[in-house]
């Protein structure tokens, strides 16, 4: 199994809401990753677990909140967000550091 | 900063011919680079990485040069076919130490058109 799967593929959400994005690997991988990507725009890193510890928080709000229940599970948090935090998030795993990435096809959020 | 700059206007090229895509990034000692395809609506897909002791690596119809003196990289695709049609991004390693920090460049559109 070589897949990452994200769960939910869509979702639009108001202001005021609670939600969380899901995302599940198979593959025995011990970093799992979540970048944010918007239209025409690169994939930009948010959040790096590595061995189920945050290895790497790239500022982002609080209002988006990871969680790495065990090594095959990523969840992302989010509450209170802003229109402009609609984007593909897309989530990622890897064997180990400095390894190439292996992506799911993402949620595509829309914020009302 | 550090920057990875690619080709910002898509690249339209005919079946059967070679498309050639460049990396190039400032501010960065990278040990390796990689290239991903990235379809609408879905996730990067890796393609190849090819570390800074290596000036090319190849798999099948692609080939990937690396110059870390030009602080660029070249992506040849032969014998183009439309399924090649995609955006197709370069990333290089953060300059921090974790080793999981990769970025980004904002890819090139390609179009390979019969």
């Given amino acids: 199994d070589t897949e990452v799967t994200q769960t939910p593929k869509h979702l639009v959400m108001g202001m005021t809401n609670k939600k969380s994005l899901k995302c599940e690997q198979h593959m025995g991988h011990r970093a799992m990753y ?24 790239e500022s982002v709000p609080s209002r988006f909140s990871p969680e790495c229940p065990n090594s095959s599970l990523l ?32 949620t595509q959020l829309s914020v009302l | 900063s550090q920057k990875i ?15 050639t895509l460049t990396c190039n990034y400032t501010n960065y000692s990278p040990a390796y680079l990689q290239w991903y395809r990235q379809d609408p609506g879905r996730g990067p897909v890796f393609l190849l990485l090819i570390r800074e002791n290596e000036k090319e690596k190849r798999k099948e119809r692609l080939k990937v040069t690396f110059d870390t003196t030009l602080k660029q990289s070249l992506f040849h695709i032969t014998a183009s076919q439309p399924a090649d049609s995609a955006t197709y991004l370069c990333a290089l390693p953060s300059n921090s130490n ?6 980004f460049g904002k890819g090139t559109s390609l179009l390979v058109t019969p």
């Fill in chain 2, 98 to 103: 974790s080793g999981y920090a990769l970025n």
């Fill in chain 1, 75 to 106: 969840n992302l948090h989010l509450h209170a967000l802003q229109p402009e935090d609609s984007a593909l998030y897309l989530c990622a795993s890897s064997q180990g550091s400095n390894e190439k990435l292996f992506f799911g096809s993402g």
């Fill in chain 1, 34 to 57: 979540w970048y944010k990507q918007k239209a025409k725009k690169p994939p930009e890193l948010m959040f790096v677990y590595s061995y189920e510890k945050l290895s790497i928080n």
């Fill in chain 2, 5 to 19: 700059e690619q080709n910002s206007e898509a690249l339209n090229i005919q079946e059967g011919k070679t498309a």
